[in-house]
């Protein structure tokens, strides 16, 4: 059976939708290395926003990520945050990546993900040896861009316009499950607390 996506195939948002809501292990049957060679860092920081897209649409935090190797393109992993839909604490965009990736020599592979990545996020990615991590989004969220340059890890933003704006309407919309992601449930409850009268 011949893929759908191929090198003559257009690279468009509904082709980087489906390759982004598609089982990462069943990629194969759905496009040829020759599309992958073709998609840039724009496309695959796009596959990221999406992911962060479906998130928000379950009702989690718009965060998403996606492992490209560095030579061939293939995509190795990708994921989006569930700290509502699974009910898991530390399943960030870049961790559901990594653990969908599974055991990998990271160290030939990009890690594009939707928001600047955590402090845990941003130790795995370096104790996971990461040669580079791509981000799109600085305006929202940042600060472990410095550690994770200082760990030897190539560090860039390409900011992703969607995902800032996707990103922004979610802490305006839901501020204690952006501070839950970010620091806990007991920090989301305090910041509540202190708000009522």
């Not at 393109?73 to 009910?87: C, D």
């Not at 020599?105 to 130790?123: G, H, W």
């Not at 806990?184 to 202190?194: F, L, T, V």
Request: hydrophobic letters at 40%; aromatic letters at 6%.
């Amino acid at each position: 059976m011949l893929p759908l996506l191929d090198e003559h195939t257009e690279i468009s948002d509904s082709a980087l939708n489906v390759i982004a809501h598609m089982p990462t292990a069943s990629l194969s049957t759905l496009l040829s290395g020759g599309f992958l060679r073709r998609c840039s860092d724009a496309d695959f920081m796009r596959i990221a926003v999406l992911l962060a897209q479906k998130s928000d649409n379950e009702g989690g935090c718009p965060i998403g990520a996606v492992i490209v190797h560095n030579e061939s393109r293939r995509i190795l992993g990708k994921g989006h945050n569930t700290l509502v839909q699974e009910n898991h604490p530390y399943n960030h965009g870049e961790t559901s990546a990594i653990r969908d990736a599974g055991r990998q020599d990271f160290s030939a592979a990009t890690l594009f993900t939707s928001l600047s990545p955590c402090r845990i996020c941003a130790t795995l990615l370096a104790m996971r040896g990461f040669s580079r991590v791509v981000i799109g989004d600085v305006t929202n969220a940042s600060g472990t861009e410095t550690f994770l340059r200082e760990e030897g890890v190539q560090v860039e933003v390409l900011e992703d316009a969607d995902g800032i704006a996707r990103y922004a309407g979610f802490r305006r919309m839901q501020p204690a499950l952006e501070r839950e992601d970010w620091q806990g449930i007991r920090s989301a409850h305090r910041a509540h607390d202190s708000r009522s009268p």
